[in-house]
Every structure is written in structure tokens, then in C-alpha cells.
């Protein structure tokens, strides 16, 4: 059977990731990932001919794997509830395991591995993390909008900056699991932004009810 290079290039890639979380892009050498790929210089300058290259193929593959993880969240939790609040809360209880598993496996981001070395990478390279950090804001600000037409909330509120909010947890509890090496972390700050959506777009309950127990039961009766 002949062989396409893919296994080969999927294992660079493997490589490069691994090395860049744990150590930087610049302290990341060539020779490094040829040795942790099982390749050779040739090998690895067929698929990517500099290390700029290598950078920017590894940055799409990443962006395009968060955008169907987060895709994919968004269309589960869709199936389990027709109420958009409902959706939202479900879609960050998926978000918290689906990150813990994450953090489990790759203990580190690779936008902001690049980041905090951006003057290493090309304007290409930047350009597509903004672009996926851009896709997440108006997917979870899509989400928001229709919520807070439903349920105006009970104070004001930038949509967009509350989007932002889902990304900047992630970012921020991934450098307190690698500093302190507590995963419950992720549970635990995701399990307050949910609390905080359903203050803030709730329905006021009845004397007696908790503001959960009013979403829940409203959302129960929509669906009914």
C-alpha cells in the first residue's frame, strides 16, 4: 500500500505540541521534535519547510479541533433542552468534563503557549488564534442573545464581554491546575459562571423557591 506522508506529518504535529506546551516554541528545537516524531530532518522539512510553517500547521489543527469540540457541545446540549438558558448551563456542565479530560492529557493551551512568545510567529499564525477565539465569543454571544430575550436579565450586562468570560475561565484555570495541580479547579470556577448566568437571567422565584428551582420548573414548562 503506498504511504501518503499523513501518519508522518500527524506525528510531527503530535510532537511539536507536546514539546511547545511544556516548554515554549522557542525553547522548542528542530531537532527536538525530530527525535520525539521518530523522523528525520528531511522528513520533517518535506511537511513543513521551516519552523514557521510547522507553527502555523499546528495552530489550524488546533483551532480546528476546538471549533468542532465546541460545536459539538453546543449541538448536545441543544438535544437535551429546548429552553436557550437550559442549553447554556448544559453546555458548561459539558465544558467542565470535556476540559477536565483535556488538562488530564495536555496540561496547557497551545494559543497561549504562542502567545506568550508572539513576536516568534508570523502575522498568519496570529491571526488565526484571534480568529478562533473570535469564533467562541460569537458562538456562546449567539447563545446569550437569545437567552437574555427570553429572560431579560436583571442587570446590565455586555454580551460580548460575558462570551468572553467562557475563554478567559478555561485560560485562567489551566494556569492554576499547572501551578497548583488541582483539577478540581475546573469544576469549581465553571460551577460559579453557571451560578452566575442563573442569577442573572432567571426569572425572579417565588417567595421560598431558589432561583435554580425556578429555572428548572420554567424550563419544564416550556417543554411541556
Do not use: W
Amino acid at each position: 500500500m503506498p504511504r501518503d506522508g499523513t501518519a508522518t506529518r500527524q506525528r510531527i504535529l503530535d510532537a511539536t505540541q507536546r514539546l511547545v506546551i511544556a516548554q515554549g516554541f522557542a525553547a522548542t528545537s528542530v531537532d527536538e521534535v525530530i527525535a520525539a516524531a521518530g523522523t528525520t530532518k528531511g522528513g520533517l522539512f518535506h511537511h513543513f519547510p521551516s519552523k514557521q510553517d510547522l507553527a502555523r500547521a499546528l495552530v489550524e489543527r488546533y483551532a480546528a479541533e476546538d471549533a468542532a469540540v465546541l460545536d459539538e457541545l453546543i449541538r448536545r446540549s441543544e438535544r437535551l433542552s429546548h429552553d436557550p438558558l437550559q442549553q447554556l448551563l448544559i453546555f458548561v456542565g459539558l465544558l467542565t468534563e470535556e476540559t477536565e479530560q483535556q488538562m488530564r492529557t495536555s496540561p496547557g493551551c497551545l494559543f497561549a503557549s504562542f502567545l506568550y512568545e508572539r513576536q516568534l510567529v508570523d502575522d498568519a499564525t496570529r491571526d488565526l488564534i484571534a480568529e478562533s477565539l473570535r469564533h467562541t465569543r460569537e458562538r456562546i454571544r449567539l447563545k446569550l442573545a437569545e437567552i437574555a430575550s427570553r429572560y431579560p436579565p436583571r442587570a446590565p450586562v455586555d454580551l460580548d464581554a460575558l462570551a468572553d468570560q467562557v475563554t478567559i475561565l478555561i485560560e485562567g484555570t489551566y494556569v492554576l491546575v499547572r501551578a497548583l495541580g488541582e483539577l478540581n479547579l475546573v469544576g469549581g470556577q465553571l460551577d460559579q459562571f453557571r451560578t452566575y448566568l442563573e442569577l442573572l437571567f432567571s426569572p425572579i422565584p417565588p417567595a421560598g423557591v431558589s432561583a435554580r428551582g425556578a429555572v428548572a420548573s420554567t424550563s419544564a414548562s416550556r417543554e411541556t
